[in-house]
């Protein structure tokens, strides 16, 4: 049982490029949520999804966009990258339904823009 | 906005020892969780207290809540090496999201 699964686990973008961020889970989950992780801030909301075909921005928004292809997948696309894009980005899930479930986390991606 | 907030941010401590760490939120919750991040992985859930839950335990870890406060804290109790790592705390207000704190990190020494 993979659970939360991110590719990649690193990669280095030049300040204008665009990439996509992969995540799939395998627990059959309602919802699914981008963090990123940033030294002294914790994690901070960028997008959530409460289910497949719908999608909600959350903290910081700004410069990302989200795609929940299917119920398994929730891919992050920053369409024109910038250094205050470096972080760690993490994809989680968790059953929706209901009121007290803990989300699962993949290992991250480690994403720096020079 | 960020509604977990947790103090101390640092803390190092003896193996044996006891660590206490704290998180103060700002608006109504449905539970609190609390998760550990080992270096450079993924957050991992420890337990999760419900807002008419005073206080929870799981193994070595306690939990209380005072939703009057706002607050709530976690005990590791008889601390081990493998226990360094940073802690967050989460909460859930009911609109499906999950808000985190700043996480402390735990040093404990062996």
């Known amino acids: 049982n993979a659970g939360v699964t991110q590719t990649p686990k690193f990669q280095v973008l030049k300040t204008g490029q665009s990439m996509t961020l992969q995540c799939a889970q395998d627990?059959?989950?309602?919802?699914m949520y981008w963090y990123r992780q940033d030294p002294g801030m914790g994690l901070r909301l960028i997008y959530y999804s409460a289910s497949e075909g719908t999608t909600d921005k959350g903290e910081v928004p700004n410069g990302y966009n989200v795609s929940r292809l299917n119920k398994r997948e929730f891919s992050l696309r920053l369409e024109s990258a910038a250094p205050s894009q470096t972080s760690v980005y993490f994809c989680a899930s968790r059953k929706q339904g209901t009121r007290y479930t803990e989300a699962f986390f993949g290992q991250g991606t480690r994403l720096t823009v020079v | 906005s960020q509604q977990g907030e947790e103090d101390p941010q640092a803390l190092s401590i003896q193996e044996g020892e006891n660590a206490t760490m704290n998180c103060s939120y700002k608006?109504?919750?449905?539970?609190l969780q609390w998760y550990r991040q080992n270096s450079g992985r993924g957050l991992v859930h420890l337990i999760l207290?419900?807002?008419?839950?005073r206080e929870k335990h799981s193994g070595r870890l306690r939990v209380t809540l005072d939703t009057s406060k706002k607050s709530s804290s976690l005990l590791i109790t008889a601390s081990r090496a493998a226990d360094t790592a940073s802690y967050f705390c989460?909460?859930?207000?009911?609109?499906?999201?999950?808000?985190f704190g700043k996480g402390n990190q735990v040093v404990v020494i062996p």
């Open positions: 989460a909460t859930d207000g009911g609109n499906n999201r999950l808000a």
């Open positions: 608006t109504s919750i449905n539970n």
């Open positions: 207290i419900r807002s008419n839950e």
């Open positions: 627990m059959n989950h309602n919802s």
